[in-house]
């Protein structure tokens, strides 16, 4: 498993930065955050390292997913939540702030937590959207 020795994520996997564990298996470990936005707000990190979503190999991608759907249904279920966001930032203009490949898990709970989108949804110029879409089907 390589790691990264400046990486706090590594850290934690390897035990020698403190969590609060959550899950683990032969290729994950989920933790809690230590700055959450809500109630059960934990991560889901490869045991590996992996910078960021554009460098994690597929079969680590595939099983921190599957680690994240698993815990988000035992959030729904435990912490009475009422929906759950699924986050990855990807990159320092995205908000990623620490650069080993995570998944974050965020219980929502409707009216009660203050969380808002980052962004207000609004209809975007239809030939512009065709055209970004277009450029990318091609590559």
Same mark, same amino acid.
């Given at each position: ?11 934690? *996997?390897?035990?020698?930065? !403190? ?16 700055? !959450? ?6 991560? *889901?990190? !490869?045991?590996?390292?992996?910078? %960021?979503?554009?460098?994690? !190999? ?29 986050? %990855? ?15 974050? *898990? ?19 110029? &239809?030939?512009?959207? &065709? ?9």
């Amino acid at each position: 498993m390589s790691t990264e020795s400046d990486c706090p994520f590594c850290g934690i *996997v390897a035990g020698t930065i !403190p969590s609060t564990k959550v899950y683990e298996d032969d290729k994950t470990f989920a933790f809690m955050d230590i700055a !959450p936005a809500s109630d059960g707000h934990l991560l *889901v990190v !490869p045991k590996a390292h992996a910078k %960021n979503l554009l460098e994690i !190999p597929a079969e680590d991608l595939a099983a921190v997913a599957q680690t994240g759907q698993r815990l988000a249904q035992r959030i729904m279920a435990t912490l009475d939540a009422d929906g759950v966001n699924l986050i %990855n930032s990807c990159g320092e203009a995205a908000w990623q702030t620490v650069f080993h490949f995570h998944l974050h *898990v965020i219980p929502r709970y409707a009216g009660r937590d203050g969380l808002t989108l980052p962004w207000v949804p609004t209809p975007g110029d &239809a030939d512009a959207i &065709a055209a970004t879409g277009a450029r990318l089907a091609s590559d």
